[in-house]
């Protein structure tokens, strides 16, 4: 299994990124699939999560309205829309997948999910 992160990258206040992830390796479309993020010191903490169907998905409190978790099966690819970027944002993200679960919720536990990506850095001044 193989998870490549993409697009992340200094940005103002108040900007937008869009975070991709594709998998390979396994079936992409049968399990969730979910993003993290990371500050040196601190515990890796759910952005968000989403289901094998793409239908439901679950948001850190932090990030809710902000961004958006996306994903494209047959491009066995992973999206995060981040919109209103603020400092406290700023983190290494990265994006996991489980290998068991359909549902999101699976896939928001640092310490269920199977496999990690490499991390994309984000930066917000």
């Known amino acids: 299994v193989q998870l490549v992160e993409s697009g992340g990258g200094s940005v103002q206040e108040g900007g937008s990124l869009t975070l991709s992830c594709v998998a390979s390796g396994y079936n992409f479309s049968d399990y969730c699939m979910g993003w993290f993020r990371q500050i040196p010191g601190k515990e890796r903490e759910s952005v968000a999560a989403?289901?094998?169907?793409?239908?439901?998905?679950i948001y850190g409190d932090s990030v809710k309205g902000r961004f958006t978790v996306s994903r494209n099966n047959a491009k066995n690819t992973l999206y995060l829309q981040m919109n209103g970027l603020k400092p406290e944002d700023a983190a290494m993200y990265y994006c996991?997948?489980?290998?068991?679960?359909?549902?999101?919720?699976?896939?928001?536990?640092?310490?269920?999910?199977?496999?990690w990506g490499q991390g994309t850095q984000v930066t917000v001044s």
């Open positions: 996991a997948a489980d290998r068991t679960a359909h549902s999101a919720y699976f896939c928001t536990r640092a310490r269920v999910v199977h496999h």
């Open positions: 989403l289901a094998n169907d793409g239908v439901s998905s």
